[in-house]
């Protein structure tokens, strides 16, 4: 009877305990992340007049409930130009055909993300003039981190206003971390439990308790973003009825980023309320469109497009591997036509009548034959092509306007090791640009904005070497 019970409590006490403590765990940090949701704000009555002095980008991050994936530089471009420390000029019928333009005004009374902002169109701006779609980044890290930082910098003056907070505030976190860790002692316990009546190594149990202590601690700690205050969902509230006013106007929807100069700081306050669907799409600074680049090399702007190798194998490589890839190619061909149909024309003669039972062979037989040929072909053709790459080496000079990685070796672990990059020079003169292929071996050689010489062989469109003429500047958020 007594041994009956203790082999009953035996699975009680392993598994329904540890369960028992992580599900007691997950149901109070479940709660904890329902009960800390952004509340829903009912808008205040349509009202034409601007209610608060709340910068554009907060009026985003309060009007999206706290998120903060909101756009915050698209209305902070606009409210820059509503505040003359930018012109936005519009030529032609099109939006995309918008310049953005320093008026020379100091930016010295800019908070840090409209400082942000500024520096980006004044990095890329030549003689103080930018197209609007040249905004956008060629890197993705720095493209990541341009954004980041913003994300960062508009939340920090949220909060400063007292129009936001962290949705799990420090105590918050404190407290789930040390119910963490009771709850890994309950797993811990467990797995005493087991380990003593196995016999096996009580380290284990240590080590229970020690991983789940640390896991809960982390997702404990996770940063789930931002939620309201009192007084940020009064601000909310008041510019969704600026919000309801606004989409009174049906116009506003349709008005191209130029059009600030009449509207003044009402598009850009209708852009962060989420209004402009027109404007929305140019004004881009996120990563560029890599098949439409934009170059100022050579003194003024234009729009380039690029095409970029892929379809065939022979793209990115070596020689060598041509050359065995052809040597392969001709040894089955040989195989396939020197000895199969070798065999058969041996048998008919070498007369010209001869040649007619070719059809008398079956399908399958006269299928390899014709396959062997074509292998023969092509392995001429590859060693012709590979003689005249080497006997004629190509050299380009002009601007890295791309620079990202193309191809990574397959990797079970993650996203697998680098292995070419795809390298776009622009000369200065022509329209249309083909994309290089880089090794990584070399990439590093060579930067964004960097003015270079390149070998290239034109066929494999594979780069060799490459010698830097004039360096990039160092960009200011660097």
């Known amino acids: ?21 992580l599900a007691f765990w997950a149901v109070v940090y479940g709660s904890i992340r329902l009960a800390s949701r952004p509340a829903a704000v009912t808008p205040a009555p349509a009202a034409v007049g601007f209610p608060g002095q709340e910068p554009p980008a907060v009026v985003s991050l309060l009007a999206n409930r706290w998120r903060q994936t909101a756009n915050f530089a698209e209305p902070t471009l606009l409210d820059l130009a509503a505040r003359r420390y930018l012109t936005l000029r519009q030529a032609g019928p099109e939006p995309g055909n918008t310049t953005v333009q320093l008026t020379g005004r100091a930016p010295d009374d800019l908070n840090g993300y409209e400082r942000q902002v500024y520096d980006r169109v004044a990095e890329r701006a030549v ?37 936001s907070r962290r949705r799990l505030s420090r105590p918050l976190v404190i407290a789930q971390s040390v119910l963490g860790a009771v709850a890994a002692a309950g797993v811990a316990a467990g797995s005493w439990h087991y380990v003593t009546r196995t016999g096996g190594d009580k380290l284990g149990a240590v080590a229970a308790f020690l991983v789940t202590a640390m ?22 509230a008041r510019w969704l009825g600026l919000r309801a006013w606004l989409a009174g106007h049906e116009a506003i929807g349709d008005l191209p980023p130029a059009a600030v100069a009449v509207w003044d700081r009402h598009l850009s306050y209708g852009s962060a309320l989420g209004l402009t669907r027109t404007a929305a799409p140019v004004i881009n600074f996120g990563m560029a469109d890599q098949r439409r680049l934009w ?45 199969v149909g070798g065999s058969f024309l041996a048998s008919v003669g070498p007369s010209s009548a001869g040649w007619t039972r070719l059809t008398d062979l079956g399908p399958v037989t006269f299928g390899i034959v014709l396959l062997g040929f074509a292998l023969l072909a092509l392995a001429v053709y590859l060693l012709v092509r590979v003689l005249l790459d080497l006997s004629a080496p190509t050299t380009v000079s002009g601007e890295v306007l791309w620079h990202q990685v193309w191809q990574r070796q397959a990797s079970d672990d993650g996203p697998g090791r680098i292995i070419n990059y795809h390298l776009v020079i622009d000369d200065g003169h022509s329209e249309r640009l083909r994309a290089w292929v880089i090794p990584v071996q070399i990439a590093g050689e060579c930067r964004l904005g960097d003015v270079v010489t390149a070998q290239v062989r034109p066929w494999t469109r594979r780069v060799v070497g490459v010698r830097v003429q004039r360096a990039a500047p160092e960009p200011a958020d660097a």
């Open 215 to 236: 896991v809960l601690a982390g997702l404990a700690g996770r940063d789930l973003g931002e939620r309201d205050t009192p007084a940020g969902r009064a601000a909310a």
């Open 295 to 339: 170059s100022s090399y050579g003194g003024s702007w234009r729009q380039v497009d690029v095409s970029y190798p892929g379809g065939f194998p022979r793209y990115g490589k070596a020689l060598g591997w041509v050359i065995s890839w052809a040597v392969l190619s001709g040894l089955l061909g040989w195989t396939f036509a020197g000895v």
């Open 127 to 163: 003689d103080g003039v930018v197209p609007l779609t040249a905004l956008g980044f060629s890197d993705a890290d720095r493209s990541a981190a341009w954004s980041k930082r913003l994300r960062r910098a508009v939340v920090a003056d949220a909060q400063r206003l007292g129009l």
């Open 1 to 21: 009877m007594t041994l009956a019970a203790i082999n009953l409590s035996d699975p009680v006490i392993e598994i329904g305990l540890p369960v028992a403590s």
